[in-house]
């Protein structure tokens, strides 16, 4: 398998292969002729979803829509050891969020958990399973090799026995680890997934939803044919880590009494790099406080990229651009961010922020006058309207928007230099003042009442341009500038949390912004003009103490190949 970076549309110019499985399945003298399409997203909820999740959500949901079909919702919940009715609320939020429905096709794993004991039941009776008591280091020391095959001494129990063993497991009378039930398959096979596996193990662990009614749970491999058979999914679509589980899944459809027989097709997984996507490791980084939770604006869950200000439309874009694949690959972060980028510079309000403010005083502008300017909202989108912003004498600037003494190249302000202030006047540096550090505290500048609107009558050629707030007016904010959480490319390399950024995040809280985005409610996303995108948090944000974070900057570092 490859892990190199990708090239953003490689796999669309080759196509979709699940599509094309899926014609040829409901084509004429198909397995499923005359069938609606129906496929599954079956999360497990023991975390939160994350970019990852993405993928395969727009491909489950996605492929359903395209054929006409429809898309169920089920929770994998045969595992009690981490998952809880938190997670089940997250992952359906999340997954509206992105845009997509399931009616009422929702489900969870132990909803069939009665079913499935019968069947295990029904198993064993058939010979096709025992109850084994190796533990699971003796399992390990004699699973074999390609070679060898591997060995239970309790493959050959009675029937009667394994019977009378399942039901004193299912009704508590084991620790955990003391028994399992395996499917009696084929010791030697070249597949170590089907050298009689384990179908069932002992778990007295309190179940979110079944509370202690089972202390033993099916295996991941044994309930989910099970799972979609029962509910008469045709395409099973699963990441390709279950490749060499097929023939397992197969096997369980073709020996228990099923209405259906789904077919099962993999497809690679998303990488991408600066991050990690194990929700074992995601779950350090929240339980250790390295971040601020499972929201955290660094973090790739789709509730983090939501507050970090990503659109549901730029991480659809992103999945459907990179394509279905049966190689493994890693995608470039930039191009997600690309993504992002494209979208709200459609559709985000352009605005003016000062992230680290310095007085400038128009000198020979008069003190008790105020002047507005209508400014649009959105130049690439007109419908937007226009703002009206005020003016006056004392304003906001960016501090590096003035130098004494200016290096060359530099077009901002600097004694008897001009600049043009966003839509407004024309206007040359006279001075500064600092303090007794030498810290510039406020500039002066003269203004041209002839250049209203930025205009040269005359004809002077104007280098620089620079953005401002009305001192009069503006409000204050607190601006959150996210960066990469990682140092490097591949952080599952190694020691992942010595690979940490301490400079992920840097909050600056002096911030000066118009006035207007005080008193917006709910989440928006906006373009401070020559900062980035930035959006309001939608958890710390207040009309009294505005928050916003940036989504990305305006800089695209992703680059075709």
Known sequence: MSDEITVAGEAEASGNFIHTFIEEDIAPQGRFEGKKVHTRFPPEPNGYLHIGHAKAIC?????????????????????????????????????????????????????????????????????????????????????????????????????????????????????????????????????????????????????????????????????????????GITHSLCSLEFEDHRPLYDWVINHIDLPDKPRQIEFARLGINNTVMSKRKLRLLVENNYVSGWDDPRMPTLCGLRRRGYTP?????????????????????????????????????????????????????????????????????????????????????????????????????????????????????????????????????????LTRGGNTPDGRKIKGTIHWVDAKTAADAEIRLYDSLFTVPDPEAGDFLTQLNPDSLKVLTSCKVEPSLARTEGTHSYQFMRQGYFCQDNRDSTPEHPVFNRCVSLKDSFKKK
Not at 341 to 350: G, V
Not at 412 to 439: H, Q
């Open 313 to 449: 439309a730029s991480i659809r874009n992103f999945c459907e651009r990179i394509g279905v694949s049966k190689v493994n690959s890693t995608v470039e972060y930039g191009f997600l961010e690309h993504c992002l980028r494209e979208d709200l510079n459609q559709n985000a309000q352009r605005t003016m922020a000062v992230l680290n403010p310095v007085k400038l005083i128009v000198t020979n502008y008069p003190e008790d006058k105020t002047e507005e300017f209508e400014v649009e909202n959105n130049p690439e989108r007109p419908e937007d309207g226009t703002r009206t912003v005020s003016f006056s004498r004392e304003l906001w600037i960016e501090k590096e928007d003035f130098m004494e003494e200016p290096v060359k190249g530099y077009f901002r302000l600097f004694p008897g230099n001009e600049v043009r202030l966003k839509t407004t006047y024309i206007v040359r540096c006279t001075g500064c003042k600092k303090d007794e550090n030498g810290n510039v505290t406020e500039v002066y500048a003269e203004y041209d009442p």
């Open 59 to 231: 491909i489950d949901f996605g492929t359903a829509e395209k054929f006409g079909g429809i898309c169920n919702l089920r929770m994998d919940d045969t595992n009690p050891t981490k998952e809880d009715t938190e997670y089940v609320d997250a992952i359906q939020e999340d997954i509206r969020w992105l845009g997509f429905t399931w009616d009422d096709r929702f489900y969870y794993a132990s909803d069939y958990f009665p079913k499935m004991y019968e069947f295990a039941v029904k198993l064993i009776r058939e010979n096709l399973a025992y109850v084994c008591e190796l533990t699971p280091d003796q399992m390990r020391e004699n699973r074999g090799d390609l070679t060898k095959p591997a060995v239970s001494p309790y493959r050959d129990r009675p029937m009667e026995e394994s019977l009378s063993l399942f039901e004193r497991m299912k009704n508590g009378e084991f620790e955990d680890g003391k028994m399992t039930l395996r499917a009696k398959i084929d010791l030697a096979s070249g597949n170590f997934n089907m050298r009689d596996p384990v179908i069932y193990r002992i778990n007295h662990m309190n179940h979110h939803r079944t509370g202690d009614t089972w202390c033993i749970y099916p295996m991941y491999d044994f309930a989910h044919p099970i799972e979609d058979a029962l509910e």
